[in-house]
Nanobody, 122 residues
């Protein structure tokens, strides 16, 4: 199986930026489509963004479209989430996940990291 470890979370002011990283090991990274999910206290985990195996296709939730950018570097076995114009409602634990399918269906993401906290102050 693939092992995923997130980093880059922290505290940022509203309007600021953060870049999250997810480092993969184990199975060949390029076999997996990758996604970012988030979960706020008392709320269900939600899909934020996905990227295909090659990086040629991306998907974004409406709530982050135009502000967040997902990317990957298969040579470094790493996926990134660039988060700009952050809002307090973006506060959550962010998780990276892997899928062996090419679509953006959240049910297909079966490999998960441990999560990293993002807190946006107002």
């Amino acid at each position: 199986q693939v092992q995923l470890v997130e980093s880059g979370g922290g505290l940022v002011q509203a309007g600021g930026s953060l870049r999250l990283s997810c480092a993969a090991s184990g199975r060949t990274f390029s076999w997996y489509a990758m996604g970012w999910f988030r979960q706020a206290p008392g709320k269900e985990r939600e899909l934020v963004a996905t990227i295909s195996r090659s990086g040629s296709s991306t998907y974004y939730a409406d709530s982050v479209k135009g502000r967040f950018t997902i990317s990957r570097d298969n040579a470094k076995n790493t996926v990134y989430l660039q988060m700009n114009s952050l809002k307090p409602e973006d506060t959550a634990v962010y998780y990276c996940a892997g899928s062996q399918y090419s679509d953006y269906d959240p049910r297909h993401y079966t490999y998960w990291g441990q999560g990293t906290q993002v807190t946006v102050s107002s």
